[in-house]
């Protein structure tokens, strides 16, 4: 997988076309990503006597790695991403600037 925890994604496809984020997880076998504030659903939730309360929830989903882009930290455009090997060292790169990521 080529995402990071901690990069700067934008959404490309789906109900949350546009948004940006902060990638929070990764979820590889899956190929999916959590986004912070993003891809966000309801939750009804009943109270009991163990301390939650009863309320209706924000609760994050995981977006499928192919509806998201990488937002480059260099030149902010979203990008795809290439892989170089060097000296026992992987590396990622920018595909639009050319500067490492």
Known sequence: MKLRVGDNIKVVL???????????????KESSVLVSGVN????HVKGNQGGVKAGIYDIPRALN???VALICPSCKKITRIKI?????EINRFCKKCNKKI
Do not use: F, H, S, T
């Open 14 to 28: 789906g109900k949350d076309k546009g948004r940006e984020g902060k990638v929070e997880k990764l979820y590889p």
């Open 40 to 43: 966000l659903y309801k939750k």
């Open 65 to 67: 790695v192919a509806k």
């Open 84 to 88: 170089k090997k060097e000296k026992n």
